[in-house]
């Protein structure tokens, strides 16, 4: 008997919550996967068009069916959307890429140092600045000129 009243609580909880029928709380509830169910939750809650378990499910296969959103490298965890267009390899475990993808990922991710200015020069100090310009270079510049 006490574990009907627990049930009957999380259904009453679920439908007061996310205003949902009794129908959708109960197949929410019964939903096979937990970190699934999880995000079934979050749909209902935070999407003003995804009223139904059955909205928020199909919603939630056409998410994961999406190629964007299919993992394109198991070692860094970049999805196709996240794809770099300006390297070889097109994911994060290229270090050396300084495409804009790269850096918006590096500072999304928390993996980025603000002492990795991309315009700086270790070799002669250039800082990046607009004054302080790398000048490694300008010589063999002038030589292939």
Known sequence: MPKMAAKKKKLADLKDRLGIKHACAIALLDHPDADERETLEQYLAEYVDINTYREAVDYLRQ?????RN????????????????????????????????????????????????????????????P??????????????A
């Not at 998410?63 to 190629?67: G, Y």
């Not at 198991?74 to 290229?94: I, Q, R, V």
């Not at 300084?98 to 999304?108: D, I, K, P, Q, S």
């Not at 004054?131 to 292939?144: F, I, K, L, N, P």
């Open 63 to 67: 998410e994961q069916n999406d190629p």
């Open 70 to 129: 299919q993992v394109m490298c198991e070692d860094c965890g970049w999805t196709g959307g996240m794809a770099c267009p300006e390297c070889a390899k097109g994911c994060g475990c290229e270090y050396e890429c300084t495409g804009w993808r790269h850096v918006e990922m590096r500072a999304a991710t928390g993996d980025y140092d603000e002492d990795d200015d991309p315009n700086s020069c270790q070799e002669c100090g250039a800082d990046g600045d």
């Open 131 to 144: 004054y302080g310009e790398c000048c490694c270079y300008d010589d063999d510049e002038e030589q292939a």
